[in-house]
């Protein structure tokens, strides 16, 4: 199957489930009683949350394969795969940075506190903004690309410690879905089916920055090319 | 829920889910300037390569259309 095809079958999936998703929350699943329906911001914030989570894994994981790769191939795809998941992190983590504090507003009554699971969230986030300066400033050259990857791998951890912040350093932070909320049907079927639909989003804007930059790099080896030959 | 700050759920949970699709939008769009732009660079290669081969004395109508 060719890439376009792979994207735009990715795309349209994530359409139609993005739209289901929509209806089960704001039609099926019923209003929470103490939060009431600023609860609903929930259903994408968490899976916004737990799709850059992935996304930002993958980077790292692409950045450790550019490090360890000793075929030029192999490293071109990493690279392209890195700034991919990368830029897909740093937009759902844009999303869990706006979200999250409408809903705090109005259950806390703060848009913000420095709690950890937050304040390692903006950390990492920060990290993967920093990690895209680097690669834009860097441009084709292999140190600057070497330490954006290193940037990358360093985001592991700080994944794992947003998992983990709650339970071990306490916090404010819910944990609905650790402590078995949801407890009724409708509301976990929303929660799956949003958690479904940004992920397919994310696979799918992912493929379509994949295939723009492997187009980039295509692009700079022909212009490298041509100036090799016509001077 | 009306809440601790004065603004209501009904409007912050319509301001999250307008920040999601604007954030969704503004990816998109830049994605697709993007590919134009490699479009455009494409094309000034093309340009670039007949302008070489002709000087060259190559046969520029050979290269492929965009």
């Known amino acids: ?231 | 829920m009306e809440g601790v700050s004065g603004f209501s759920g009904l409007t912050m949970t319509v301001l999250a889910y307008a920040a999601i699709w604007v954030i969704l939008l503004v990816f998109v769009v830049r994605a697709f300037f993007m590919l134009s732009g490699i479009r455009r660079e494409l094309d000034e290669l093309k340009e670039t390569l007949a302008e070489g081969m002709a000087s060259h004395g190559s046969d520029a109508e050979k290269l492929p259309k965009s």
């Not at chain 1, 937009?91 to 304040?119: N, Q, S």
Request: positive net charge; hydrophobic residues 60%; contains cysteine.
């Open chain 1, 1 to 231: 199957m060719k890439s376009t095809s792979l994207h735009i079958i990715l795309a349209s999936l994530a359409a139609v489930v993005v739209c289901v998703a929509l209806y089960l929350v704001f039609f099926v699943a019923p209003t929470e009683a103490t939060l009431g329906i600023v609860q609903k911001i929930f259903y994408f914030h968490v899976a916004s949350a737990m799709n850059m989570s992935l996304a930002f894994g993958v980077c790292a994981i692409a950045g450790a394969v550019y490090l360890l790769a000793k075929s030029n191939k192999w490293r071109k795809r990493a690279d392209a795969l890195g700034v991919a998941t990368a830029e897909a992190g740093v937009m759902l983590g844009a999303m869990v940075m706006v979200t999250g504090p409408l809903w705090a507003k109005v259950a806390w009554g703060t848009y913000w506190t420095w709690e950890p699971r937050l304040t390692l969230s903006l950390m990492v986030f920060l990290l993967f903004v920093a990690y895209l300066a680097l690669r834009a400033y860097a441009g084709s050259d292999a140190f600057g690309r070497s330490i954006a990857a290193g940037l990358a791998i360093l985001g592991l951890p700080g994944l794992y410690f947003i998992r983990v912040a709650v339970e071990r350093w306490g916090g404010a932070h819910p944990q609905v879905i650790y402590k078995g909320g949801l407890s009724h049907p409708a509301m976990r079927q929303a929660f799956f089916a949003s958690i479904a639909a940004m992920l397919l989003v994310s696979a799918s804007l992912v493929v379509l920055r994949f295939l723009i930059e492997r187009r980039r790099q295509t692009l700079d080896e022909l212009f490298l090319e041509a100036d090799k030959i016509f001077g």
